[in-house]
């Protein structure tokens, strides 16, 4: 299966457009560090996605960063997307395998233990567990798991597939890298912490160099 680098997701939300267009922050995110590309949208329609996810495609067709889109596997295919990001009520894995072939990147999202044996079991490339602290950029009814939650669920999934890149996500910020490393991340993913900084290609370069130092850590 595809190995991923799950070092730095830099998620691009559709509410980001106020700052920007998705795909020239998809460009920054590649030049700076990112090593995985999410596109996120909750509201626009299948056309306009559709159209949104070209672009961002078209941005990134120099670099080497793959891109993914979150929830909907249509829209993947349709763009000629890397792959598919599902959460727990989305299409299971397996049929977004069967339909997006052996090469796709499948990553789930892990909330919680039921969640985490489901992505320890099933044909993704990645996990990415969270909320872990409260975030201004997503509704969330779910409370946060926090540091002992994802270092448990973390547990889970490596005791099923221990090779498989785990990530965090939700209120991650710069100083809270290495405690959500420590407790067993492979990676991060951010919004507002990278892309609403006063500088963001600043923040993603220092969201991947303390990502990078934090593993190097790990491995000494």
């Given at each position: 299966?595809?190995?991923?680098?799950y070092?730095?997701?830099?998620i691009?939300?559709?509410?980001l457009?106020?700052?920007a267009?998705?795909?020239?922050?998809?460009?920054?995110?590649?030049?700076?560090?990112?090593?995985?590309i999410?596109?996120?949208?909750?509201?626009?329609?299948?056309?306009?996605?559709?159209?949104?996810a070209?672009?961002i495609?078209e941005?990134?067709?120099?670099?080497?960063?793959?891109?993914?889109?979150?929830?909907?596997v249509?829209?993947?295919?349709?763009?000629?997307?890397?792959?598919?990001?599902?959460?727990a009520?989305?299409m299971?894995?397996?049929?977004?395998?069967?339909?997006?072939?052996?090469?796709?990147?499948?990553?789930?999202?892990?909330?919680?233990?039921?969640?985490?044996?489901?992505?320890?079991?099933?044909?993704?490339?990645?996990?990415?567990?969270?909320g872990?602290?409260?975030?201004?950029?997503?509704?969330?009814?779910?409370?946060?798991?926090?540091?002992?939650?994802?270092?448990?669920?973390?547990?889970?999934i490596?005791?099923?597939?221990p090779?498989?890149?785990?990530?965090?996500?939700?209120?991650?910020?710069?100083?809270?890298?290495?405690?959500?490393?420590?407790?067993?991340?492979?990676?991060?993913?951010?919004?507002?912490?990278?892309?609403?900084?006063?500088?963001?290609?600043?923040?993603?370069?220092g969201?991947?160099?303390?990502?990078?130092r934090?593993?190097?850590?790990?491995?000494?």
């Amino acid at each position: 299966m595809r190995m991923i680098d799950y070092r730095l997701n830099a998620i691009l939300d559709a509410s980001l457009l106020d700052i920007a267009p998705l795909e020239v922050l998809a460009g920054l995110a590649a030049r700076n560090g990112a090593t995985l590309i999410q596109y996120r949208d909750k509201s626009a329609s299948t056309q306009v996605m559709i159209a949104r996810a070209l672009a961002i495609r078209e941005a990134l067709a120099a670099s080497r960063v793959p891109f993914v889109v979150n929830d909907r596997v249509d829209v993947a295919l349709a763009s000629g997307a890397d792959g598919v990001h599902l959460g727990a009520d989305d299409m299971d894995a397996e049929t977004a395998r069967r339909l997006m072939g052996p090469d796709a990147i499948i990553g789930l999202t892990v909330k919680t233990e039921a969640d985490a044996r489901r992505a320890g079991a099933a044909p993704c490339n990645y996990a990415c567990i969270g909320g872990v602290f409260e975030t201004l950029s997503k509704v969330n009814p779910d409370p946060p798991v926090g540091l002992e939650g994802l270092r448990h669920l973390r547990e889970m999934i490596r005791a099923l597939q221990p090779a498989l890149p785990v990530g965090a996500i939700a209120g991650i910020t710069l100083t809270r890298i290495p405690d959500v490393m420590t407790a067993g991340a492979d990676g991060v993913a951010a919004i507002s912490a990278i892309y609403r900084a006063a500088d963001p290609a600043e923040a993603i370069r220092g969201f991947r160099s303390t990502i990078d130092r934090c593993l190097k850590d790990r491995h000494a």
